[in-house]
């Protein structure tokens, strides 16, 4: 499992990395990745699905849906989806990366 924070999307370069700055004061959310998610595939395989809203990320688009009734509620900004990225090849869950690595043509923001 990976569990992040995504900042304030003025707190990331284009390049998806974060600034550093003396303090946040904004947060765009907590977001948990399940190596095997419980739940169906939807919106992707894998997916993430945040913790203090009902919201699921698909992580190839970046493309944002209401948990329960599924409708597209909003896009991340190509640096947020950088960040997140970032955040997961940096992480120590092969299988997570494997999926995102093995469908990378599908991914729109890289």
């Not at 699905?49 to 990320?57: G, H, I, S």
């Not at 997961?88 to 494997?98: G, P, R, S, T």
Request: with cysteine; aromatic share 10%.
């Amino acid at each position: 499992m990976i569990e992040f924070e995504l900042p304030d999307f003025d707190e990331i370069t284009p390049d998806g990395l974060r600034m550093l700055l003396e303090k946040t004061v904004k947060h765009n959310g907590i977001w948990r990745i399940h190596k095997n998610d419980p739940d169906d595939i939807f919106p992707s395989d894998p997916h993430a699905d945040r913790q203090d809203e009902p919201e699921k990320l698909n992580l190839f688009n970046g493309y944002v849906y209401h948990k329960k009734t599924k409708e597209h509620l909003y896009t991340l900004p190509k640096k947020a989806m950088k960040f997140i990225y970032q955040e997961i090849m940096n992480c120590k869950e092969a299988l997570i990366k494997d999926k995102l690595t093995a469908n990378h043509k599908m991914i729109t923001y890289l």
